[in-house]
Every structure is written in C-alpha cells, then in structure tokens.
C-alpha cells in the first residue's frame, strides 16, 4: 500500500489553509481534532437547506430524516455493526452516565464491578458512582505505578462469577497504548461479564471493527475525529434490551432512543457521517479497491497509523532517552498488533509542566499541560497532581514539518 499523502490529507482540512494557524503546529488533537471540511460542508448545508423539524412529510423534513439516518447506517457499516446498535448522544460522557444509570436499575450487593485507574474521568466516574449507589462492590484493576500500563494477567485475576460490568479503555488519553480489547472482552465474557469499552482517545487513530472488538458497549466522541461534537456509543449483544428504558416511556422500542433520553441535535448528527466520505475518499486516493465502508475504513485507518507510526519514532526516542524528562507510558507499543497512538505526556524534571507547555507554546507548539482529566492515573504513576503533566498529541494529518517544529522546540526547552 502506498503511504499516506499528507499533501492529499491536508488539502480536506481547511484549518491548514488559515492564517490563524501559521507559523504554528497542533499538537491537542487529543482534546479534539480539526474537523475535516466534508464535515464542515454537511453542517453548512444542514443548517441553510433543512434547518426543520426533520421526519416531516414535507420536503426539507424528509431531507434532514434522511441524513440522520445515512449518517447513522454509514456510521454502522464503517464499524462492522448494525445500523440498530448504533446510537448518537451529546458526549461520551453523557452516553457513559446513562449506561451507568441503566446498570444501577439491575445491580446490587454481591455483584462485582470492574474499572480501571486507568480511565479518563468520563468512563470511571459515573460507573464508580453507581457502583456506591447500589451497593455493588468495587474492584479496581489498576495500572503498573512504573510505565502506567495495564496487565491483562492482573485483569483476569480480578474477575470472578459474580462480575456483572468490566469498564476500561480501548486506549488511555496519557498513557497512549492500545489495551488489548478483544482479548479482555473474551475473558469477561467468559464469566458472563457485560463490558463498556471508552474507545475515545483510539478511534482518532483508527476507526475500530468494533463487532471484532467483542464490545457489549463502545464508545467514542466524534469531535476527536474529524466530526461533529456528539458522542457515538454501540450497544452489542442483546445488552439493550437488557438495560432499562432510559428514554421517554413512548420511545421504549426504539433501539436508537433507549439510551439515549436527550434530543437528537438534528444538523450534527444529520452531518456526522460526512467525515466518512473522506474516510473513502482517502482509501481511493492511495488506490485501495474497496467494496464496503468497513474495507475503506480498515484501509485508511492502517494508513493514518503507519504515518503516525513514523512521525512518532524520533519523538519516542527523544523523550525515552533525555534524562531531563520522565516519558509516561511505552516508547514503543508492547505488541506489533496494537498501535501506540501517539498521544504523548511527560514530566520534565527541572521545570513545572506549566512552563515547558508555555515555552513550547511560545515556539509555536500548540499544546498543553495538567490532569487531563485522568487523576486518578496520574496518582498511579506517582505523578504530582499539582503540575500534571506536558502532553503532546498527534494524528494522521500532523506532518513531517510540525514533527521537526516539535523537535527542534523540545530541544531548546528541556536542554536548557
Ligand atoms: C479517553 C477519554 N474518554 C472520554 C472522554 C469524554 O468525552 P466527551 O468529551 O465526549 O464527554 C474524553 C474526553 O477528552 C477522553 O479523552
């Protein structure tokens, strides 16, 4: 396969394009991306031709129905899922509170609940809040204190017949390693353990087959990837029928509703699939055939994560090897089938985090520092909550000058 052309790739990004961003590079992707410019198109288009009451007779209404719908089954087929298992909530962490609030209606004392310290706060909070309310107990499977990686071995050790729920993340939005899903979904299947997996900070860098994941429940927020700002949860494997109505009493039986008791936003979820267009579009531009959306999705996906791959290396190896820094999380992925998203935090060691992520900044890194939201794997890798830590995250539209931007201004930082 080719690599991926970046002049290709950035020419569907308008951001690029701006004077806003000149002379700078982005580097918070992991707080969101960019948004590509069919995802801009559909918004515009949405909000000047059928800004109505979409499911109408009418027209304009019935347009607007139907790109609500298109978005939803293309999202299904990009995923490898029924279009009913696919549903849209305002954030993931929205989405994740009512699941949890769906839980907390069937558990109580003697059932087990798995979550990591691993998590975004999003994923952990509200699972960890139900688990009180309930009476459930607790487990926590948490992450080694030295490189802030999870063992599945310590997984497997936690789990017994009473685990009712197992919540952790595809991906950590500090650590950076993919956790190996499938192979942890099995083992709390196989105690008859429903999973929720927080697919947000992987899904920029790959958009998963989420069937092959095992997943009873996968979640991501669109607006990290090239999207709009909604959050996309899939329910596998019977578990909506099993978790309660959420919904108004009348929408019980619409797979799309149960979950989901907010209004539909009408133009972002009528434009959320556009991103997929140039999820097609990419696949074809490097000459893959391609017959379903899913193929498109694998094929793109594989580049944006080759080219990540190559653009993270000397950045790895420069904060793994500098003695004035502590890289949190592996310098390179721990297997060959998991990709290490290049989603990068350090501590340096003669200065705050605040003042590297300032003079980063005044070098033209757009980046940041602090928790992150993901205290509680800060406290487990012994880092200082007060200063947080720098962090550096990328994806597949970053290029080889925003790599050297970013080496040259490291450099100047942390050897000073
Ligand atoms: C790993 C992770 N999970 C969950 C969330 C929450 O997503 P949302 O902003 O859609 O609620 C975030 C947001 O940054 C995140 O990074």
């Known amino acids: 396969m080719a690599s991926l052309d970046l002049a290709f790739v950035r020419s569907n990004f308008p951001a690029f394009g701006l004077p806003d961003y000149e002379g700078q590079s982005f580097f918070e992707n992991a707080g969101g991306s960019f948004a590509c410019r069919q995802t801009i198109d559909a918004l515009h288009r949405y909000y000047t031709h059928t800004k109505v009451q979409p499911y109408a007779r009418y027209g304009p209404s019935a347009s607007a ?87 599945p071995d310590r997984f497997r050790a936690l789990l017994s017949e009473k685990t009712r729920v197992v919540s952790f993340p595809h991906c950590s939005n500090i650590v950076g390693q993919e956790n190996p899903v499938a192979e942890l979904t099995a083992a709390a299947r196989s105690v008859g353990a429903r999973t929720i997996v927080d697919g947000v900070s992987f899904a920029p860098h790959g958009l998963p087959d989420v069937a092959a994941l095992g ?59 556009a991103v997929l267009d140039y999820v097609e579009a990419t696949a074809a531009h490097h000459g893959v055939q391609t017959s379903t959306l899913r193929e498109a999705a694998a094929a793109t996906s594989a580049l944006w994560q ?10 790895l190896e420069l904060l793994a090897g500098h003695e004035g820094v502590r890289l949190i999380g592996p310098a390179e992925s721990v297997s060959p ?21 300032s003079e980063l900044v005044a070098r033209g890194i757009m980046c940041g520092n602090g928790d992150f939201y993901a205290g509680r794997l800060l406290e487990g890798v012994d880092v200082d909550l007060t200063h947080g830590v720098v962090r550096i995250s990328w994806v597949h539209y970053t290029d080889q000058a925003d790599i050297d931007r970013l080496l040259g201004a490291l450099h100047e930082v942390l050897d000073r």
């Open 337 to 357: 089938n998991l990709h290490r998203c290049p989603t990068i935090a350090f501590v340096p060691r003669a200065k705050t985090s605040a003042e590297v992520a």
């Open 215 to 273: 997943a009873d429940i996968y979640l991501f927020s669109l607006y990290k990837v090239y999207s709009v700002h909604q959050g996309l949860m899939v329910t596998r494997n019977g578990i909506l029928d099993e978790l309660p109505n959420q919904g108004h009493v009348f929408n019980a039986g619409l797979a799309s509703k149960r979950l989901t008791p907010a209004g539909p936003d009408h133009a972002q979820e009528a434009s959320a699939g």
């Open 306 to 315: 080759e080219h990540e791959h190559e653009m993270a290396t000397p950045v």
């Open 65 to 151: 129905g139907e790109q609500m719908d298109s978005s939803r089954a293309r999202w299904a087929d990009a995923l490898g899922v029924a279009v009913d298992e696919v549903q849209f909530g305002p954030s993931t962490s929205m989405n994740t509170y009512v699941v949890a609030k769906a839980f907390g209606e069937l558990l109580g004392p003697g059932d087990e609940i798995i979550v990591t310290n691993q998590d975004h706060e999003a994923n952990s909070g509200a699972i960890r809040r139900m688990a009180a309310a309930t009476g459930a107990t607790l487990k926590e499977w948490r992450v080694d204190p030295a490189t802030g990686l999870l063992d």
